[in-house]
C-alpha cells in the first residue's frame, strides 16, 4: 500500500528566501505526481504535475523534482512571498490504480 | 461550468442521519474524484468514477457510504445513519481523463463540503 510522507510538517521564513518542501512514498511504481497547494478553507489548486518518465517541472517560481528511484520529490520555491503562505501537499498516482494517494502537506508561513 | 461546484459549503446534521452531498464538475470532464480531509491531515480518497461507473470504490470506509454518477456528470455522495466520526470535509475533484495527455491528470478540485456530525 502506497504511503506519502512529507517535512517538514510546518516551515515558517522570511520573505525572499529560497525554500524546498520534501514528499516521499514508499512504493515507486508510480504513474505520475502531482503538487497541490491548499489555503484555509479551500480546495486544493494543481502547482505541478510530473510524469514518471520526468525528472522536473517549472512554472514560474516553483520547480518540482522526481527521482522515482528512491521515492522522492521535491518541491523548490524561489524568493518566497507572504502570498506563498498556504499549505503545500504532494499526491502520487500508482501505475495500478486511477486514484491519488495525498501526504499530510508541509504548512508554509512565509513573514513579511 | 468554471469550476468545480460542491454543494451545500456547510452541513450540520445530528448523529443517525441521512446526508447527501453534491458535486458538479467542469464541463466534459470524465473522471470525477471523492476524497474526505479531516484536520490537518491530507485528502484520503473515497471513490473514482469513469463517466457514470465507479471504477474504483475501495476507499469507502463502510457500506454506509454510497456515490452515484448516474449521467455522467454531477455526483451525489451519500451518508446513511451518519456518525460523528463522518465529520471532516469532503472533497469532489474532476479531470479530464485518466490517461494520454498530461493534462488528463490534472485534478481540479472543488472548495469541499464542511460536514459536522453532532
Known amino acids: 500500500k502506497q504511503e506519502v510522507t512529507q517535512i517538514p510538517a510546518a516551515l515558517s521564513v522570511p520573505e525572499g528566501e529560497n525554500l524546498v518542501l520534501n514528499c516521499s512514498f514508499t512504493?515507486?511504481?508510480?504513474?505520475?505526481l502531482q503538487w497541490f497547494r491548499q489555503d484555509p478553507g479551500k480546495g486544493l489548486t494543481s502547482l505541478l504535475l510530473?510524469?514518471?518518465?520526468?525528472r522536473e517541472q517549472t512554472s514560474g517560481r516553483l520547480n518540482a523534482s522526481l527521482d522515482k528511484s528512491s521515492g522522492r520529490s521535491t518541491l523548490y520555491i524561489a524568493a518566497s512571498q507572504p502570498g506563498d503562505s498556504a499549505t503545500y501537499l504532494c499526491?502520487?498516482?500508482?501505475?495500478?490504480?486511477?486514484?491519488?494517494?495525498f501526504g499530510p502537506g508541509t504548512r508554509l508561513s512565509v513573514l513579511p | 461550468g468554471a469550476g468545480v461546484s460542491q454543494t451545500p459549503s456547510n452541513k450540520v446534521t445530528e448523529k443517525g442521519k441521512y446526508v447527501e452531498l453534491r458535486c458538479d464538475p467542469i464541463?466534459?470532464?470524465?473522471?470525477l474524484y471523492w476524497y474526505r480531509q479531516s484536520l490537518g491531515q491530507g485528502p484520503e480518497f473515497l471513490i473514482y468514477?469513469?463517466?457514470?461507473?465507479?471504477?474504483?470504490d475501495s476507499g469507502l470506509p463502510n457500506d454506509r457510504f454510497f456515490a452515484v454518477r448516474p449521467e455522467g456528470s454531477v455526483s451525489t455522495l451519500k451518508i446513511q445513519r451518519t456518525e460523528r466520526g463522518d465529520s471532516a470535509v469532503y472533497l469532489c475533484?474532476?479531470?479530464?481523463?485518466?490517461?494520454?495527455?498530461?493534462?488528463?491528470?490534472?485534478?481540479?478540485f472543488g472548495a469541499g463540503s464542511r460536514l459536522t456530525v453532532l
Open positions: 475533484a474532476s479531470s479530464s481523463g485518466t490517461s494520454g495527455s498530461l493534462g488528463a491528470n490534472v485534478l481540479t
Open positions: 512504493d515507486s511504481a508510480i504513474y505520475n
Open positions: 510530473i510524469q514518471s518518465s520526468q
Open positions: 499526491a502520487v498516482r500508482g501505475n495500478y490504480g486511477q486514484n491519488f494517494v
Open positions: 464541463s466534459g470532464h470524465t473522471a
Open positions: 468514477f469513469q463517466g457514470t461507473g465507479a471504477a474504483d
